[in-house]
């Protein structure tokens, strides 16, 4: 039988040298059976005030903590890494990098939240997930469920971000239930995730909520320029390759 084990890190920044310095998981063997991870980890890398505004994890909060290398969750990540499990994150790349940046090397199938909910969702304006919490109503219910499961919640806090995902998959099963009848909803979660996404429309920069489709016809050199110096995700990528040419 499958395991699905859903994480979330903190991590001292998002640059290429940064570190894990919190991680939040689940791993979910069935409904009742669920193990729960909140752990904090030191490192050598400084904390970036830019990532304290965030996470309000100070220098303070993990002095005298293991390395990740040591926390529970890294032995059990690596317990059940073998592709008929399932590795699962919103924007599972980043969280994912930062698991190899200690050592990790995946074997899971992987689902990624955020793209599913693209292909989803495709009307919904954000899929960020505390957007999804609230256009979702997810928040209803959380508190029944960090109750079932001993989790305290709090901002910007990996197992609290971790609850939330828990809810979202869930949801996400349900609407592959309504859109595509007699598949698994997990295996087409992983199939969604190695699909990129067609972008509609843009959701920052001068365009703002214009479709990009007419931007292509109206501005074509503003995508180039998009394209060659901006640090896009991969389904913005995708997006403007295909009106590239």
């Not at 994480?7 to 009742?32: K, L, S």
């Not at 752990?39 to 005030?49: A, D, K, Q, R």
């Not at 954000?126 to 508190?143: N, V």
Request: some cysteine; overall charge negative; hydrophobic content about 35%.
């Amino acid at each position: 039988m499958a395991v699905y084990v859903l994480f979330d890190t903190e991590t001292t920044g998002n640059q290429e040298n940064d570190r894990i310095i919190q991680v939040g998981a689940m791993i979910v063997h069935d409904r009742e059976n669920i193990e729960v991870f909140d752990e904090l980890c030191s490192t050598s890398v400084p904390i970036s005030i830019e990532a304290m505004e965030v996470h309000n994890i100070t220098p303070e909060v993990i002095e005298n903590k293991p390395p990740f290398s040591k926390t529970d969750f890294s032995q059990k990540v690596e317990t059940y890494n073998s592709e008929e499990n399932y590795l699962i994150a919103h924007n599972i790349g980043f969280d994912l990098g930062m698991l190899e940046k200690e050592g990790f090397t995946n074997r899971y199938t992987l689902i990624d939240t955020v793209r599913c909910a693209r292909h989803l969702l495709p009307d919904m304006p954000y899929h960020r997930l505390q957007y999804l919490r609230y256009a979702l109503e997810l928040y209803k219910t959380e508190a029944q469920e960090a109750e079932k499961l001993g989790i305290t919640i709090k901002a910007h806090d990996a197992i609290g971000d971790v609850l939330v995902m828990k809810l979202l998959l869930s949801k996400l099963v349900q609407l592959i239930q309504e859109q595509f009848p007699g598949v698994n909803p997990m295996q087409k979660m992983a199939e969604l995730t190695k699909t990129p996404v067609l972008i509609k429309t843009f959701k920052f920069g001068k365009y703002k909520d214009r479709d990009i489709e007419e931007i292509s016809r109206e501005d074509m050199g503003y995508l180039q320029w998009m394209y060659k110096n901006l640090d896009l995700d991969e389904d913005m990528q995708y997006t403007l390759k295909q009106y590239l040419g």
